[in-house]
């Protein structure tokens, strides 16, 4: 496959490492009241879809960003590339 | 007689001759033929034995769809199974035997197997070979693995080299037919960068075996001429003997070259074969279409071919495939053969067309609305038996029969990625469907566009879509001029048959009959008749079956050949050497090697290595004398223990951790606190999983308020890195800290033993003071040691003693290692390995990746304290899990045995004294073992129940699988200088 | 002046320089190498760092030079310095003195082995070892790529003659030997 970094231009998937759901940026607040079953949730309980998925990548030959990448799992096709620190940050995190 | 069925022309050079063996028998040929030609030149027309009845065989076909003349091409090493005699180019020496018969390809024993056909239809071995059921073992696989098989392997290793390769271009263009051509030129003119890939020798496809004129040259002339222009234009690649083998993602393709199978040995250095990975932004298939049999009773005799390849072998390789031939089409293309030979001066017995309004001629006799329903010669065809349009029966002599049942568009690559074809009733074959991969353009023959004009035009078409797509414009091409007669087929797939059987699947064996005898046990999907059959299974796909093979199943479910629909294609279209796709990765090669800096002093040392990962480390030292292991890394324990030892521990990973939140960016990813660890000290620390397991430790040195030196295990320093990255990237973009991995930019040598400052203090330069006092147990730090090289020191220790691990930039590893031995020969300082640091790790209770196994937590470990509450870390919620803290959790314990002579098995579980030995009353297990040279007896780490309580229990370690069983007793884990006074002397 | 011998990559005193047809493969040993990354509020700084040392901040996939000081992108807000090492072996700590906390700066080189590939060649041999588009390239790219499972930079120089192949260190032999049989395999 190829993976359309956002600053590096199309490379190839060979490069990067696979993480998983990018639902993992939403790390829950451990200091929430529910915190326990807020982290099983975020551990454990995934859509697993046929279609469009938001994963993690991260570039490991090349210049190390971790990248969120919408992917259809049926075709392969890959719709969209992000630097996932801009996801994240997008997403209300920060330190 | 040599070389009898030579007629004139070809393209094949008569100026040389070439030797070659087939089957021991020396025949002769020219440059240009291929094996298959060569040997039909000399009358040879037996090439093999069927797989399963061993039914004698020869070749059907003139390309890689040929399914029958499979031989074992070279001798020796470099034999290689299952190669087809069509795509062999024939060099001087070369050497083939056929394969599949048990004594000769003329008299093979196991052509019994055709008598007992009956019992060996589609399937058998569902039926059969189950009782009684002890035969199986002993009898029935044994003879079945005999049997099995098609070829055989020289079991000798692979001595050629094979390359991989990396290309990038605008268009790939698949085939250089006429369609491939044609677009090679519109986009090489157009100035995209191209590559032009054909697995045929010699470009051209079709162009070279037919007698079609383009413009005023004849078809292979233009092939040539259009190919020199294309080789002369710098952006174009022509790569020949080379086949895309797959279509991947993303305008990936995977393709072989074989840059030196036409030889008898590669150049010394020079691969045999590449392997290709070709990122395409456009892609134009022009494979061309594969022509196909008719099913008929006996239709498989070696002389019964398709009509194409008969014309393949006439013109091109100036060929007869014999004096005599008769023609069985249901398409006007069949007659092309018969014109093109009689053209030669072959005779003609006659055409059989199924056409109740087939073309007529004066040249040779047409027989309209006919059938072949059967033949004559075992070994070699002689005679066809035809029954005619009013229902007489008449025998033709022949000695070659060339079958015309239409053509199929070459679609594999279309389907590469679940793509489907669709049907076209005019045609009667599949074309192209429309979800085609990304980038990807169908054009020519593959496309349904099979006369030269059409498939000419219909590359221009693609070439020109293509360039559009990446925004380029292309030059108007002219085309010249070409015939263009459409092909008038007549879908007709098997003549009705008696009591003999007629060939779908000749590869492996599949008659209609085994068809019917598919749908009528209920496998009737199209699926399923694959696979309970095995039609298209075989090395070929099914290239020349799949069709007949479904056309069948079609009218005996009563659907339409859409309805039935296709299996689909995979890589590779052809099959692949596995030592291509290996590449340069074999043996010693078969991954990069991590040598350490003191490396190459070990191996002076006659050091013995182990693999860790990637990395080769000194495992011990064995001395002169020294015949076991135990006695090299018994001596070098006891000696670090005594005095000082020198190991290199540059392998553990470095990441170097910097910026106003580094702090607290490992007290993120650490599960113990780091804010307050005062600037020069060291601190251990634990990293858990998100779900609580622990993960890896190290230790993090503080070498100023923004600048962390964090380590990681050997084996996790990769992972570490990246997880590391993940915090930082994705979980707190926001915090100030920058990462960047040092393992291999500092050389680090763990000096450890009593005497090991004493050492260090001849080394590093006399204005840092390492006493006690100044650089207390944990402490770290910049000095200078030698006179003023840079370096950091650590005062941490794995074995337990007094111990250092001193970095210095990894180029003068190699002069610090032999700086210590030669400042420590004073103290008998001794090199040791990676068992030495085992047995003193053991022997201290550290816990390494064998406790840290995936599935213990910081509380297993006996670091349940560790986890902070106070902050938040990756893993510290989920570690509180009711699960893994129950009462009876397991604990890291130490194990000794109770009788001190016997070992003590890593692996091991540990039982109660009494009760049953089963995982119902598993109470834990052995992870790691030693001898300890320093108590005398076998120790161990492990993991028990509860084992907190339970110091000072016996128990019984058992290893049901090698049949062990033993008393042991649960101690400290520290068995050695269990108060750490020796650490903080 | 310390009394500890350094020894190259490669493991030999001197570096070593092979010839393979019309390729020649030599092994660099005069260079040190720093990284440097900026900090929080530190753009200003390391920018005015990098264009004094190097000229200007080097682009993605960019390498900038002036005189023997060169540098290269290589991920967001992260640099590599190269030096002449016989003058400048401690770059390292001139960068970190010149940062002022407002980058984090690491020493390089001894992560590092650096193999010229020089030759008309050069293309072919390249196509062999990574999946660099190598006859797109020019003078001034860079690219971090993969050899044979090593990460590498790879980086045209004298006027595209040459490949500049900078891989970890640890793996300098392995590295070598895939040059080496690459070169071969094209001369």
Redesign the interface.
């Known amino acids: 496959m190829i993976i359309n970094h956002p ?2 231009g199309p490379r ?1 998937a ?2 990067f490492t696979y993480l998983g759901d990018a639902s993992l940026i939403d790390r829950p607040d451990w200091q929430s009241e529910t915190a326990a079953q807020d982290f099983y949730e975020y551990q454990y309980l995934r859509d697993n879809p046929a279609g469009l998925h938001q994963e993690l990548w991260f570039h ?6 971790w990248l969120v990448v919408t992917r259809n799992t049926l075709t392969h096709e890959i719709t969209d590339v992000q ?1 996932a ?1 801009d996801v994240a940050r997008a997403r209300g995190r920060s330190k | 007689m040599t070389q009898q069925n030579r007629i004139s022309g070809g393209q094949i050079d008569t100026s040389q001759t070439l030797k070659f063996t087939f089957d021991g028998k020396q025949y002769t040929g020219h440059p240009g033929d291929t094996l298959a030609s060569a040997l039909l030149a000399n009358g040879v027309r037996l090439m093999g034995r069927s797989f399963k009845y061993h039914r004698p065989r020869g070749v059907l076909s003139a390309g890689s769809e040929e399914p029958n003349a499979l031989v074992e091409l070279r001798g020796g090493a470099r034999q290689e199974p299952n190669t087809r005699a069509t795509t062999v180019e024939l060099y001087n020496g070369l050497l083939a035997n056929s394969q599949n018969r048990l004594g000769s390809l003329k008299f093979d024993l196991l052509a019994i197997n055709d008598r007992l056909s009956n019992f060996l239809t589609a399937g058998f071995y569902y039926k059969t070979f189950m009782w009684p059921a002890a035969f199986w073992e002993k009898l029935y696989e044994p003879i079945i693995r005999k049997a099995a098989g098609l070829g055989s392997l020289s079991l000798k290793e692979d001595p050629d ?1 094979y ?6 271009c605008d268009v790939l263009i698949i085939g250089a037919g006429p369609a491939g051509l044609a677009a090679a030129l519109t986009a090489g003119r157009s100035g995209a960068s191209v590559i032009l890939a054909d697995e045929d020798f010699r470009m051209g496809g079709r162009l070279n075996s037919e007698t079609f004129t383009i413009g005023d040259a004849s078809g292979a002339d233009w092939a040539a001429a259009t190919v020199a222009e294309l080789a002369s234009l710098p952006n174009v690649r022509l790569m020949s003997r080379t086949t895309v083998i797959g279509a991947f993602d993303h305008g990936i393709y995977g393709a072989v070259e074989r840059n030196n199978d036409h030889v008898a040995t590669p150049d ?4 045999r074969q ?1 392997l290709w ?1 070709i ?1 395409s932004k456009q892609a134009v298939v022009c494979a061309g279409a594969l022509e196909r049999p008719i099913g008929f009773e006996n239709n498989d005799r070696p002389g019964i071919m398709l009509a194409s390849a008969m014309r393949s072998y006439a013109n091109r390789w100036a060929v007869a495939a014999d004096k005599r031939v008769a023609i069985f089409t249901n398409n006007d293309d069949g007659h092309r053969a018969a014109a093109d030979l009689h053209a030669k001066g072959v005779k003609i017995s006659a055409v059989v067309d199924t056409r109740a309004d087939a073309p007529r001629n004066n040249d040779y006799e047409v027989l309209v609305g006919a059938q072949v329903i059967d033949t004559k010669g075992r070994l070699g065809l002689t005679f066809a038996d035809v029954r005619l349009a009013d229902g007489s029966e008449r025998t033709l002599e022949c000695g070659a029969l060339g079958m015309s049942g239409g053509w199929n568009p070459n679609v594999h690559m279309t389907c590469h990625q679940r793509g489907r074809p669709v049907w076209n009733d005019d045609l009667a074959a599949f074309v192209p469907g429309a979800d085609l991969p990304a980038g990807m353009t169908v054009a020519g023959a593959a496309n349904g566009d099979f006369s030269t004009a059409g498939a000419m035009a219909s590359g221009v078409i693609g070439a020109k879509s293509a360039l559009k797509a990446i925004g380029l414009k292309a030059k108007t091409t002219k085309l010249p001029q070409a015939e263009d007669a459409p092909i008038n087929i007549s879908a007709f797939w098997y003549v009705k048959e008696g009591k003999g059987r007629a060939w779908l699947d000749q590869q492996n064996d599949v008659t209609v009959k085994d068809v019917k005898l598919s749908h009528q046990e209920g496998f009737r999907s199209v699926e399923h008749l694959k696979r309970y059959t095995t039609l298209g299974m075989a090395t070929d796909q099914g290239k020349t079956s799949n069709m007949g093979g479904l056309a069948i199943m079609a009218e005996l479910a009563g659907k339409t050949i859409p309805e039935v629909g296709t299996t689909i294609f995979r890589p590779p279209y052809t099959p692949t050497a596995i030592g291509v796709l290996a590449g ?2 074999r043996g010693q ?1 078969f ?6 800096p003191s ?2 002093w070990a191996k002076e040392q006659g050091a013995v290595f182990v693999e860790v990962g ?2 080769l480390r000194a495992q011990w030292f064995p001395q002169k004398g020294e015949t076991h292991w135990r006695q090299s890394v018994d001596r070098e324990v006891i000696a670090t223990r005594k005095s000082v030892g020198v190991c290199d521990v ?1 392998t553990l990973g470095k990441i ?1 951790v ?3 939140d580094a702090a607290e960016f490992l007290n993120k990813i650490y599960c113990n606190g780091f804010a307050k660890l005062a600037v020069g000290k060291t601190r251990y620390g634990l990293m858990l999983r998100e779900d609580g397991i622990a993960m890896d430790d190290g230790t993090a040195a503080r070498m100023a308020e ?2 962390f030196v964090v380590t990681t295990t050997t084996a996790n320093a990769l992972g570490v890195y990246r997880h590391m990255e993940f915090v930082r990237q994705c979980l707190f973009p ?1 915090m ?1 800290v ?1 990462l ?8 680090q040598f763990a000096v450890a033993g009593p005497n090991s400052r004493r050492l260090l203090q001849k080394i590093v330069d006399p204005e840092y003071d390492i006493s006690n006092e100044a650089f207390p147990f944990m402490a770290c730090g910049n000095i ?7 370096a950091r020191l650590f005062r941490i220790s794995f074995s337990g003693e007094l111990a250092y691990e001193i970095a ?9 290692m032999r ?1 210590i031995m030669e400042e420590g020969a004073e103290f008998d300082v001794v090199p040791y390995g990676t068992e030495a640091l085992g047995v003193m790790r053991i022997e201290k209770g550290h816990a390494t990746g064998n406790e840290l196994n995936g599935t213990t937590t910081a509380l297993n470990l006996g670091m349940g304290r560790m986890v902070s509450k106070k902050k938040d870390s990756i893993g510290s919620i989920l570690s509180e899990r009711e699960g893994l803290n129950t009462d009876d959790v397991l604990m890291q314990v130490g194990i000794k045995p109770v009788d001190p002579s016997k070992p003590v098995p890593a692996g091991a579980h540990l039982m109660n004294l009494t009760g049953p030995v089963d995982a119902d009353h598993d109470q834990g297990y052995v992870t790691s073992a030693c001898y300890s040279p320093i108590l005398g007896h076998h120790i161990a780490l492990g993991f028990v129940k509860g084992g907190g309580n339970r110091k000072g229990e016996k128990m019984r370690l058992v290893s049901p699988l090698t049949k062990v069983e033993t008393e042991i007793e649960i101690v400290s884990a520290h068995f050695v200088d269990p108060e750490g006074e020796r650490l903080r002397a | ?8 990559a490669l ?1 030999g005193q001197t570096p070593k320089i092979t010839t393979i047809g019309s390729i020649n493969v030599s092994e660099i040993d005069s260079l040190a190498l720093a ?1 440097i ?4 509020g530190g753009k200003t700084v390391t920018e005015k760092v990098l264009k004094s040392m190097i000229g200007s901040v080097p682009a ?2 960019k390498t900038c030079s002036k005189g023997s000081f060169s540098g290269f992108w ?3 807000d ?1 640099w590599m310095i190269t030096a002449p090492l016989e003058t400048h072996e ?1 770059i390292a ?1 001139d960068l970190v003195a010149a940062v002022v ?1 407002k980058a ?1 700066v ?7 082995a650096i193999f010229d590939i020089s030759g008309a060649a050069m293309p072919d041999v390249c ?2 070892l ?4 190598i ?2 390239m020019n003078v001034g790219d860079v690219c ?3 050899i ?4 590498c930079f790879v980086t045209p120089m004298n006027s595209g003659n040459t490949l500049r192949v900078v891989g ?8 070598y ?2 040059i080496e ?2 070169a ?2 094209v ?1």
Request: hydrophobic share 25%; charged share 25%.
């Open positions: 600053l590096l190839d060979s490069e490991e030959s090349g210049d190390r960003s630097l620190r | 080299v390359d991989k390769g990396f290309l990038h010394e250095g020079k691969p590449t990975r990122y340069r990765a090669e991954h990069p090697k991590r040598l350490t490396h190459h990637n990395w540059t170097d910097q910026g106003a923004d600048h926001d100030d920058q960047i991995s040092t393992t291999e930019a500092w050389a200078t040691i030698c006179g003023g090289l840079r210095v930039p990894t180029r003068y590893g190699d002069a610090l700086r | 002046m310390h009394s500890l011998s350094p020894i190259t493991g990284s990354a900026t900090r929080k993605v996939g290589m991920g967001p992260q401690t700590d906390s984090s690491t020493e390089q080189t001894g992560a590092w196509e062999r990574c999946a660099v588009p006859r797109e971090r790529t993969s044979h499972q090593l990460g970890p260190r640890a793996s300098a032999r392995s590295l030997h895939a049989v690459a071969k395999s001369a």
